[in-house]
């Protein structure tokens, strides 16, 4: 299989996005579609858990209108287009049955777990899920050891994404100036939340929920570095390698 590497940027300003930094001070990771291949899982539970009350969607609906959104914000678009508000019974309901789903169905994405032994540069995770789903989530795919305590949640700003909240609140947490942060994300909300927070983006494209998405697409028109393959990382951001001979340290 090929692997892609888009790197047409469009000439235009495009809010200072048109290049990435070679020595980011903070690698901030999305977690669902990014570090763990979990969105397909996630949107055939979604999907099921709503019929189950009457409410019909389907998989394209769940990626442009849920995808990389906090629970507030999906319940709050559930309720717009469906007229159907998901209660705590409904939410409890979606998130155990997920995480049951986890237990047998998830998996790291391919590749991050030699990515991230090689990085030098710091690393940390800001996700729009719950802390026990992106917590057990980590585990389940033996990246915990990777982060430790470096995992930022939707539930402690705000507003989450495409607001930068969270974002800016992992930089703070981090001690890293956000113009100096890089984030790595799958969704269209998410590149937005790390536009709005003044920091630079690469979009991951290798999860299953994105597949047979046109390269134009992926990339916003040009606007938007994109990979799909974690093997291609380190061709956009060099510096954050570790050399082979060195050490695997802290």
Not at 20 to 38: A, H, K, N
Not at 200 to 220: I, N, W
Not at 225 to 231: A, I, K, Q, S, Y
């Amino acid at each position: 299989m090929k692997h892609r590497l888009c790197y047409r940027i469009q000439p235009a300003t495009n809010r200072g996005h048109e290049a990435i930094t070679p020595f980011p001070e903070l690698i901030i990771f999305d977690c669902d579609g990014v570090l763990i291949d979990s969105e397909v899982i996630s949107a055939r539970v979604l999907i099921e858990t709503l019929a189950s009350v009457g409410v019909k969607v389907d998989a394209a609906h769940v990626q442009t209108h849920f995808l990389g959104r906090s629970w507030a914000k999906v319940a709050a678009e559930i309720r717009h287009s469906h007229g159907y508000l998901p209660g705590t019974d409904f939410e409890e309901k979606y998130r155990t049955e997920l995480l049951a789903r986890f237990e047998d169905e998830l998996a790291p994405a391919p590749g991050i777990h030699t990515l991230l032994a090689r990085l030098t540069t710091r690393a940390c995770v800001a996700t729009s899920s719950s802390p026990k789903r992106a917590l057990r989530s980590l585990e389940l795919t033996g990246l915990s050891a990777f982060f430790e305590t470096r995992v930022f949640t939707a539930s402690e700003v705000e507003n989450g994404k495409p607001a930068p909240d969270l974002f800016l609140h992992a930089a703070r947490c981090m001690q890293a100036d956000p113009a100096q942060c890089l984030v790595i994300e799958d969704s269209l909300p998410g590149i937005e939340a790390a536009h709005n927070a003044g920091m630079q983006v690469l979009r991951f494209t290798g999860g299953s929920h994105l597949r047979g998405m046109s390269e134009e697409a992926l990339s916003l028109g040009g606007t938007v570095r994109c990979f799909d393959n974690w093997e291609l990382f380190f061709e956009m951001v060099p510096h954050a390698n570790r050399q082979p001979d060195e050490r695997m340290g802290k």
